[in-house]
C-alpha cells in the first residue's frame, strides 16, 4: 500500500468516527431542554409613566422634594432602573409631566439623569444661558396651563461658557444678541473685585444673578404663569447645578 493511499484511508476512518459522534451527541439531545442564555433579571424595574391623577395629586413642593431626592440618587450613583421602551410605548398617546426644567445647552448637565427622571416627568427646554424669550415662555405655559406640570425649575450651572461671555462682551455672530439676554445679569451684580471670566467667585455670583432674573422676566412678561403662581397652581423656582459634584443646589 503506496503511503499516499494510507494517508486517504486514514482520513476516510476519522471522517467517519466523527460523524457517528455528532450523530450520538445529536440523538442524546432529542426531547431534552437545552439552557439558552438568559438576560440578567433588573430587580425594581421602572415600567410606568405618570398618569393625570397622579400628577392632579401632586403639589409645587412635593414636586420639588422629588427632584431634590432624585438628584440625591443620581449623586450617589444610584439611578432608578427604568424600562424606556415599555415607557415610550406607555406615553405615545398622552404625558403630565411634573414640572418644566429651562436649563443651559451644556452637554455637562444631563437633565433627566441630574434628577433621576424617566420619559413623562419632565418638559425640558434649554437655550445658552438658560434665559427666557417668547417661545420658552409660551412653552413654560403649554407645560403648566395645558398639561398640568406644577413646577417651573430655572437651573444655570457653575462654570457656565455662556454666562462667561456675557461677562467678557463676546462678538460673534448670532452668539453676539443672544448674550444681550444675559447681559443684564451682569450689571445687576454688584461686585468691587475683578468683573472678569477668569474670577469664578464673580462667575459663579452672576449665575445666580442669571437664574434670578430669568425667574423674574418669566413673572414680568407671563401673565398666565405669574396668576398661577400667585393661587398657589404653580412654584416658579431657581436652582444652580455644581459641576464638581453633580448637586442641584435650590436658589432662594
Do not use: W
Not at 106 to 117: H, K, L, M, Q
Not at 144 to 160: F, N, R
Amino acid at each position: 500500500m503506496t503511503k499516499q493511499l494510507k494517508i486517504s484511508l486514514s482520513f476516510i476512518i476519522a471522517l467517519a468516527f466523527y460523524a457517528c459522534n455528532s450523530e450520538e451527541v445529536s440523538s442524546s439531545n432529542v426531547g431534552k431542554n437545552v439552557p439558552e442564555d438568559v438576560s440578567p433579571t433588573i430587580t425594581g424595574l421602572v415600567e410606568d409613566v405618570l398618569t393625570k391623577e397622579q400628577q392632579d395629586a401632586l403639589s409645587p413642593d412635593s414636586v420639588v422634594k422629588i427632584l431634590a431626592e432624585g438628584n440625591t440618587r443620581f449623586i450617589n450613583n444610584d439611578l432608578t432602573a427604568r424600562d424606556h421602551s415599555m415607557q415610550v410605548r406607555k406615553s405615545t398617546l398622552a404625558q403630565f409631566p411634573k414640572a418644566i426644567v429651562l436649563s443651559c445647552v451644556d452637554s455637562r448637565v444631563p437633565v433627566e439623569d441630574v434628577f433621576d427622571r424617566g420619559i413623562g416627568d419632565l418638559f425640558v427646554a434649554r437655550v445658552a444661558g438658560n434665559f427666557v424669550n417668547e417661545d420658552i415662555l409660551g412653552s413654560m405655559e403649554f407645560a403648566c396651563k395645558v398639561s398640568g406640570s406644577k413646577l417651573i425649575l430655572v437651573m444655570g450651572h457653575e462654570h457656565c461658557g455662556a454666562v462667561k461671555a456675557a461677562i467678557d462682551d463676546v462678538k460673534l455672530g448670532n452668539i453676539t444678541p443672544m448674550l444681550q439676554k444675559i447681559k443684564p445679569a451682569v450689571e445687576l451684580v454688584e461686585y468691587e473685585g475683578e468683573r472678569n471670566s477668569k474670577n469664578q467667585e464673580f462667575v459663579h455670583m452672576v449665575s445666580e444673578s442669571n437664574v434670578k432674573n430669568t425667574i423674574e422676566q418669566i413673572r414680568l412678561k407671563s401673565p398666565i404663569l405669574k396668576e398661577m403662581e400667585e393661587n398657589g397652581e404653580i412654584k416658579i423656582v431657581g436652582a444652580l447645578y455644581d459641576m464638581d459634584n453633580g448637586k442641584v443646589n435650590f436658589v432662594e
